[in-house]
C-alpha cells in the first residue's frame, strides 16, 4: 500500500513542477492571505481518483473540495494537494503534497512530498520513517544548541500574539528559528533531525496527519500544542519535538 501511494503522490509532484503562469492561475479563497490555485484543485483531483482506485472502501478528505460525509470508522485519505500554496505562487519552492491514510481514526500511512528537492517522505505504523527510501530519525540536540520552526496560523489570526509570545520564549532557550511557509515539510524537518521542534496555533487535520506519523515512526514525539493527542477530524494547534525538548512547554506560557 505505501509503495503505491507513493508512486501515485510522485506522478502528482509532476503536475506541481510543470506548473506555469500560476498568476493568472490564483483565486482568491475567503482573503489574499487565503489562495487556492488551478495547480491545487487538479492535484487533489487527481490524488482522489487515483487514491480511492486502490483502495474503493476509503472516504477522502481533501482540502479543496468538499466530498460526502466522512464515516468514522474504516479508511480514509486525508490530503492536501499543495501544502505551501503561498510559497507555490510566489514561486518560492518550498511546497509540498501531503497523503495520509487512516483506519478508524489512527494514521497507518503517511507521505509528504517535495517535488522541488525530490524529497519523499514515507512511514507506515510501526515500519519506521523514511527520506528516498533511507531511514531517518529526529535529532538528539537540546533546543539551546538547535533551532525550531513555527508557522504564523494565518487563517486565525487572533493567534498571532500568542504566537509570538511563544515564538520568544523558545528564541530565548534556542539558537534560532524559521517560518517556511508549508507545515507538512515542516514536520518532516523535525523527523529528519533538521529542525529540533515546530510548533503552530491552529492546523488542519490535512496539514498534519502525514507528518505526525513521520514524526513518532522517526522517534520524535507530536502532539496538540495544549497537550494531549492531535485529532483527526477537526483543526488543532500542534506541537512537534525531537525526545530531548518534548516536555520544554510545560516550562512556558503557551
Ligand atoms: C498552510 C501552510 C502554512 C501554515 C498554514 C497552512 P496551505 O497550508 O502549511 O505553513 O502556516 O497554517 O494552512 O494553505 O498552504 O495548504
Ligand atoms: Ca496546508
Ligand atoms: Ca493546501
Redesign the pocket.
Known amino acids: 500500500m505505501l509503495k503505491q501511494i507513493i508512486s501515485i503522490v510522485r506522478e502528482a509532484g509532476k503536475t506541481v513542477l510543470s506548473a506555469h503562469d500560476i498568476g493568472s492561475r490564483t483565486h482568491e479563497k475567503t482573503s489574499a492571505a487565503?489562495l487556492v490555485t488551478e495547480y491545487d484543485v487538479a492535484v487533489e483531483r487527481f490524488l482522489r481518483e487515483k487514491l480511492l482506485a486502490l483502495l474503493p472502501e476509503a472516504a477522502f478528505l481533501g482540502?479543496e473540495e468538499a466530498g460526502p460525509p466522512r464515516p468514522e470508522q474504516g479508511w480514509t485519505f486525508i490530503v492536501?494537494p499543495?501544502?505551501?500554496?503561498?510559497?507555490?505562487v510566489r514561486g518560492l519552492r518550498r511546497?509540498a503534497i501531503s497523503v495520509a491514510l487512516t483506519r478508524n481514526g489512527a494514521v497507518e500511512y503517511g507521505v509528504v512530498y517535495d517535488p522541488y528537492k525530490d524529497e519523499m517522505f514515507s512511514a507506515g505504523r510501526g515500519a519506521g520513517a523514511f527520506l528516498n527510501g533511507g531511514p531517518i530519525c529526529v535529532s538528539e540536540k537540546p533546543l539551546a544548541e538547535g533551532i525550531f520552526s513555527m508557522?504564523?496560523?494565518?487563517?486565525r489570526r487572533e493567534y498571532f500574539a500568542p504566537t509570538m509570545r511563544l515564538t520568544e520564549q523558545l528564541f530565548e532557550r534556542s539558537c534560532d528559528f524559521r517560518r517556511?511557509?508549508?507545515?507538512?515539510l515542516?514536520l518532516c524537518d523535525v523527523a529528519c533531525g533538521r529542525v529540533e521542534a515546530f510548533f503552530?496555533y491552529?492546523?488542519?487535520p490535512?496539514?498534519y496527519a502525514a507528518g505526525s506519523l513521520l514524526i513518532t515512526e522517526a522517534g520524535g514525539f507530536v502532539s496538540a500544542l495544549e497537550g494531549g493527542p492531535l485529532p483527526i477530524v477537526q483543526r488543532s494547534g500542534v506541537w512537534a519535538s525531537n525526545r530531548v525538548n518534548r516536555d520544554i512547554l510545560s516550562e512556558l506560557e503557551v
Do not use: K
Open positions: 487565503d482540502e492536501d499543495i501544502d505551501g500554496t503561498a510559497n507555490f511546497s508557522g504564523t496560523a494565518l487563517y517556511m511557509g508549508a507545515a507538512a515542516d503552530e491552529s492546523l488542519f490535512w496539514d
